[in-house]
């Protein structure tokens, strides 16, 4: 006879922490379907943020995701000092705070930048990184990572008896196995950063702009902090959603792939590689692309570090303070909700994918605006809209091992009589350590490097550290930018670093 199912935790946790996704996503959709003006329509400048939203996202998920096949496809398949250090640096793509992304591709191919100094020296004329251009070079250079990462799972996923049998056949690689790998992988990898890229605020902000380079989200943020048109904001904010969740519907569905079939985890071996001078160029131009603006940060930022207003390290201090409120809020729902046995969690837990955190911020500032100055709840409105926006990230690490902990022990914890909050002390957080603290990290880390919600409810009394730096970026005082962007990269990567050790301290698994 099946044993019915039953849970020792209590059913209030995870109804909670439902709830405060609801409304934090349908709810603030819901303030800011009421608000729009619906009337007026959509007008033509906001058509023509439509479209440069589309356009871009489009053209930075295809750079992105041709660029990132032939690395993958190196790294598949050479062996080299270093190589699992550069596929770790390529496994944290969202790590990295967007706003220093661009402050250090603006130390390149900004206007005093290397390139355009180089061009300068030699009489050519200089290139402008702002516009279409530069957002699509933005993204690919915060994409490439990613993209790099996803394709290279699917190389590594071919079981090697594949290999084993075209070699043995003398059958060609690329047409037996590596295109049918790639007719499964690339479509999803596509979506996923075309979903990233349709909901980039920080990129469009500091290298958009204009009539012609205006995303949607820019177009909200103008519309609140500008121009105060309430309605206008949430008729774009509610397209943004309706962006958002078309573009997620399509990554949940075609992410849902046939796998190859598993082979015997035999070490894969190559027969009749070509000479390896092609894919050293190809990992080395890929590594440059990557690392050298990133370098130019370390090195432009440390004469500065010290030198600081007292105004940048307070804005650190509250970053510190909105990163761990968020890692806090977000790890605590991903744990009433993987203990749930509500069907409707796996639902709950995607819906702020088909969110961003300007239409999460915006409907946010809709609800309080009447009743409290948004400016006085702006960091606890922060931390909220990053821990919900975190949660399907941290719910996917942390689920699974709580759902394997209840299937071996929940019985036995029953039978000894454990109640809800001895089960979860004794028995859940001990043996989900690695995850709770890799979820935590990534929590911590998102919220640390976020430009998007503080951005509309701060003014100069509440900045967090991206938004000081993006206003040091905005006053033309690039080497002060450089070392708060140094302070932030530093910051957002011990986050992760002291979460995810934290979860593996006295480990064995």
């Known amino acids: ?122 009489g050519l004329p200089t290139f402008s990184i702002y516009g279409f251009h530069g957002v699509v070079l933005a993204h690919v250079f915060f994409n490439l990572p990613l993209a790099t990462r996803l394709i290279l799972q699917g190389w590594l996923a071919v079981p090697a008896e594949r290999f084993r049998l075209a070699a043995t056949l003398n059958a060609p690689v690329w047409q037996l196995l590596e295109r049918p790998m790639l007719r499964s992988v690339v479509p999803g ?169 300007l239409v999460v911020g915006t409907g946010a500032f809709l609800l309080v605006y009447p009743y409290v100055n948004p400016a006085k709840v702006a960091l606890i409105a922060t931390a909220l809209a990053n821990a919900t926006l975190a949660l399907p990230f941290a719910l996917r690490s942390i689920a699974p091992a709580i759902a394997s902990v209840r299937q071996d022990f929940e019985r036995l914890g029953a039978t000894l009589g454990l109640g809800p909050w001895a089960w979860l002390w004794i028995v859940v957080l001990p043996r989900i350590r690695r995850p709770l603290g890799f979820g935590a990290g990534i929590a911590a880390a998102l919220s640390m490097g976020d430009l998007g919600v503080i951005a509309l409810f701060a003014n100069e009394t509440q900045e967090t550290l991206p938004l000081a730096m993006y206003r040091l970026m905005g006053a033309y005082r690039m080497e002060a930018a450089a070392s708060a962007g140094l302070l932030l990269l530093a910051l957002s990567l011990l986050a992760f670093w002291l979460c995810d050790r934290g979860g593996r301290a006295n480990a064995q698994l």
């Open 189 to 357: 990898t596509f979506l996923v950063i075309f979903l990233i890229c349709l909901t980039s605020f920080a990129v469009a902000l500091t290298l958009g702009g204009g009539p012609r380079a205006t995303t949607v989200e820019l177009a909200i943020y103008q519309a609140l902090r500008f121009d105060f048109d309430l309605g206008r904001a949430a008729l774009l904010a509610s397209v943004q959603f309706a962006l958002c969740t078309a573009a997620a519907l399509l990554v949940w569905q075609v992410s849902q792939h046939d796998q190859l079939s598993g082979g015997l985890d035999r070490t894969v071996q190559r027969w009749n590689l070509p000479a390896p001078f092609a894919d050293g160029i190809v990992i080395a131009l890929a590594a440059l692309f990557l690392l050298l603006p990133l370098g130019m940060i370390i090195v432009r930022g440390i004469p500065g570090l010290f030198d600081m207003p007292i105004s940048i390290w307070w804005a650190a201090l509250r970053s510190i303070a909105v990163a761990s409120l968020s890692a806090i809020l977000c790890t605590a729902m991903a744990i009433a909700l993987g203990l749930s046995t509500d069907r409707t969690v796996a639902i709950i837990g995607a819906l702020p994918l088909a969110a961003s955190g």
């Open 1 to 122: 006879m099946a044993l019915r199912p039953f849970s020792i935790a209590p059913r209030w946790p995870g109804v909670t922490a439902s709830a405060i996704v609801i409304v934090l996503t349908l709810g603030t959709l819901a303030a800011v379907a009421w608000r729009a003006e619906w009337d007026d329509g959509i007008s033509v400048a906001d058509w023509a943020a439509i479209r440069f939203t589309v356009l871009q996202a489009l053209a930075s998920a295809a750079f992105s995701t041709v660029l990132a096949i032939p690395v993958a496809r190196a790294l598949a398949r050479r062996q080299f000092a270093g190589r699992g250090l550069l596929i770790t640096l390529l496994g944290a793509p969202f790590l990295l705070p967007v706003i220093v992304a661009v402050m250090a591709l603006l130390t390149i191919f900004g206007r005093s930048g290397v390139l355009n100094t180089a061009l300068g020296v030699i």
